[in-house]
Nanobody, 121 residues
Framework: QVQLVESGGGLVQAGGSLRLSCAAS??????MGWFRQAPGKEREFVAA????????SYAESVLGRFTISRDNAKNTVYLQMNSLKPEDTAVYYC????????????????WGQGTQVTVSS
């Protein structure tokens, strides 16, 4: 059975940093990604990383501030978030897929339960 378990969310002041983790169990996926959903908004792509770690994709809104990485030995993906802004406030979801270069929700097969990130101004 596949499980994705996120951790690391919380409350931080604007300009601060957080590191999210997502541990996957059951299978190894080609692409793992992070999405977020703010109240009243659709879930949106944040970042994705291929199994090799050599290929990453980012939403323009987080480029230069967020870094995605993965440890295949631990089957874990991370999202380092720096220079956080109030508009980064959302529930962050980890997702996994066998599809390459996946940046849309419809291409992901498995989802975590989400972790809340709140950035105060």
């Amino acid at each position: 059975q596949v499980q994705l378990v996120e951790s690391g969310g919380g409350l931080v002041q604007a300009g601060g940093s957080l590191r999210l983790s997502c541990a996957a169990s059951g299978r190894t996926f080609y692409t793992m990604g992070w999405f977020r959903q703010a109240p009243g908004k659709e879930r949106e792509f944040v970042a994705a990383i291929a199994r090799s770690g050599g290929s990453t994709s980012y939403a323009e809104s987080v480029l230069g501030r967020f870094t995605i990485s993965r440890d295949n030995a631990k089957n874990t993906v991370y999202l380092q978030m720096n220079s956080l802004k109030p508009e980064d406030t959302a529930v962050y979801y980890c997702a996994a897929t066998y599809t390459r270069a996946a940046t849309t929700t419809s291409l992901y097969d498995y989802w975590g339960q989400g972790t809340q990130v709140t950035v105060s101004s």
